[in-house]
């Protein structure tokens, strides 16, 4: 409503458990919808009895949110037995879900199936984000917050929406994320603060612009679907998934925060504590940056990552000129609210000549969207130069 949408609520009969009709019909755009046929009190359009056909045809947008694993089940399966469901049938229109359930159940292969199936019918996946559930548990399945969902709404049906601008349309592009984990016995790692969010934010932009996207990731949150998932764990894996895929990319973006370094023999077995304190050799990781610029091909883009605590603009030009890549990103991980383990991001883009672009506090979402509008530019200036070259 506030982003001057026209808001039909449709509620199912468990939805009213938690939060009352006549709420969601004073906050939206017309009375909440919460029953299939006419009940004599107003419930339906008295446009028209069919109101889920009504609904269905006019909506621009379909957004669940919260979408059940039960809600998930009865729309993979073509149930139509009540308001919500049969309006999601009667629709041509995107449908967005937003599914939102404890740890367990979203990692039981029925639910991951459903949404398969769903994403395969072109259905729009939000994942859940990963924090305080009911009954005081803490895991994956809590509902995404309100601003990536408003945000992929806007890429949907928003003026200047992302899915509008297909300047990537053809653009392979590979993407790491997430933190690595290196093995000290089979119960503890080496591993970093990273969540993995700026890197699976670059892979859905990427991927509503019209790019073909694989991202390696050492992340559990998901991703949409679309795209290409390699999941890894640890640094050697990680370079193993990234050198096998590079060569087919026009864009490689390094945003995982990959382990510096590794126990150089990890244990077979639990160390214990009755066997007093271990000494724990470290050796360093392959520097997967390096060998992806070392066997680049022509016309590759490589963008890469930088966290710094200090001298940032500094270290991070350093970074770039010393790897040879194209795009540097770097950003200050000590500013609140910023870097590792947040929904936002504050970053500088570093290019050959120095800053090329400011990235004040944004979600992780907008700060991917400004790191591949520079991409972009990049890449349109390649083919300018080749399209030139040719000509001559």
Same mark, same amino acid.
């Not at 895991?139 to 990537?168: C, H, K, P, Q, Y």
């Not at 490689?252 to 007093?276: L, Q, Y």
């Not at 963008?303 to 770097?330: C, N, P, Q, W, Y």
């Given at each position: 409503?506030?982003?001057?949408?026209?808001?039909?609520?449709?509620?199912?009969?468990?939805?009213?458990?938690?939060?009352?009709?006549?709420?969601?019909?004073?906050?939206?755009?017309?009375?909440?919808?919460?029953?299939?046929?006419?009940?004599?009190?107003?419930?339906?359009?008295?446009?028209?009895?069919?109101?889920?056909?009504?609904?269905?045809?006019?909506?621009?947008?379909?957004?669940?949110?919260?979408?059940?694993?039960?809600?998930?089940?009865? *729309?993979?399966? &073509?149930?139509?037995?009540? $308001?919500? #469901?049969?309006?999601? @049938?009667?629709?041509?229109?995107? %449908?967005? /879900?937003?599914?939102?359930?404890?740890?367990?159940?979203?990692?039981?292969?029925?639910?991951?199936?459903?949404?398969?199936?769903?994403?395969?019918?072109?259905?729009?996946?939000?994942?859940?984000?990963?924090?305080?559930?009911?009954?005081?548990?803490?895991?994956?399945?809590?509902?995404?917050?309100?601003?990536?969902?408003?945000?992929?709404?806007?890429?949907?049906?928003?003026?200047?929406?992302?899915?509008?601008?297909?300047?990537?349309?053809?653009?392979?592009?590979?993407?790491?994320?997430?933190?690595?984990?290196?093995?000290?016995?089979?119960?503890?790692?080496?591993?970093?603060?990273?969540?993995?969010?700026?890197?699976?934010?670059?892979?859905?932009?990427? *991927?509503?612009? &019209?790019?073909?996207?694989? $991202?390696? #990731?050492?992340?559990? @949150?998901?991703?949409?679907?679309? %795209?290409? /998932?390699?999941?890894?764990?640890?640094?050697?894996?990680?370079?193993?998934?990234?050198?096998?895929?590079?060569?087919?990319?026009?864009?490689?973006?390094?945003?995982?925060?990959?382990?510096?370094?590794?126990?150089?023999?990890?244990?077979?077995?639990?160390?214990?504590?009755?066997?007093?304190?271990?000494?724990?050799?470290?050796?360093?990781?392959?520097?997967?940056?390096?060998?992806?610029?070392?066997?680049?091909?022509?016309?590759?883009?490589?963008?890469?990552?930088?966290?710094?605590?200090?001298?940032?603009?500094?270290?991070?030009?350093?970074?770039?000129?010393?790897?040879?890549?194209?795009?540097?990103?770097?950003?200050?991980?000590?500013?609140?609210?910023?870097?590792?383990?947040?929904?936002?991001?504050?970053?500088?883009?570093?290019?050959?000549?120095?800053?090329?672009?400011? %990235?004040?506090?944004?979600?992780?979402?907008?700060?991917?969207?400004?790191?591949?509008?520079?991409?972009?530019?990049?890449?349109?200036?390649?083919?300018?130069?080749?399209?030139?070259?040719?000509?001559?």
């Amino acid at each position: 409503m506030d982003n001057g949408y026209f808001v039909t609520p449709v509620l199912t009969h468990s939805a009213t458990r938690f939060v009352g009709a006549a709420t969601f019909s004073a906050l939206a755009s017309e009375p909440a919808r919460t029953k299939l046929f006419d009940d004599s009190r107003g419930n339906t359009s008295a446009l028209t009895p069919i109101v889920h056909t009504r609904l269905g045809q006019e909506a621009d947008l379909v957004l669940v949110a919260p979408a059940t694993a039960h809600l998930l089940a009865r *729309y993979a399966t &073509g149930m139509a037995d009540d $308001l919500l #469901t049969t309006t999601l @049938l009667a629709t041509r229109s995107p %449908v967005i /879900v937003c599914p939102a359930m404890h740890s367990e159940m979203w990692d039981h292969p029925a639910v991951q199936e459903n949404l398969s199936i769903l994403a395969s019918r072109g259905v729009i996946v939000v994942p859940p984000a990963e924090g305080r559930l009911a009954g005081g548990d803490v895991g994956m399945g809590r509902l995404a917050d309100i601003e990536a969902i408003l945000e992929r709404v806007e890429d949907v049906v928003g003026s200047g929406a992302a899915s509008t601008r297909r300047e990537l349309s053809g653009v392979r592009v590979l993407v790491s994320a997430g933190g690595t984990r290196e093995p000290i016995d089979p119960v503890r790692f080496i591993s970093n603060r990273s969540s993995g969010k700026q890197g699976h934010a670059l892979a859905e932009e990427a *991927y509503l612009r &019209g790019a073909e996207v694989t $991202l390696v #990731t050492a992340s559990r @949150l998901g991703a949409t679907e679309g %795209v290409k /998932v390699v999941p890894v764990e640890t640094a050697s894996e990680m370079e193993e998934a990234m050198m096998k895929e590079a060569p087919m990319a026009d864009v490689v973006i390094m945003a995982a925060a990959v382990a510096d370094f590794r126990v150089k023999t990890p244990r077979g077995e639990k160390i214990k504590r009755s066997d007093g304190t271990p000494e724990i050799l470290l050796e360093p990781t392959p520097d997967i940056l390096a060998k992806l610029v070392k066997c680049r091909r022509s016309g590759q883009v490589l963008v890469g990552f930088a966290a710094e605590t200090s001298d940032v603009i500094e270290r991070g030009h350093e970074k770039l000129v010393r790897k040879g890549v194209d795009i540097l990103v770097v950003n200050d991980v000590s500013t609140p609210g910023a870097g590792f383990d947040h929904d936002t991001n504050a970053v500088s883009i570093l290019g050959p000549g120095g800053v090329v672009h400011e %990235v004040a506090l944004a979600t992780k979402r907008r700060v991917a969207g400004v790191i591949l509008d520079r991409i972009a530019l990049e890449l349109n200036k390649r083919s300018k130069t080749m399209e030139k070259e040719a000509s001559s």
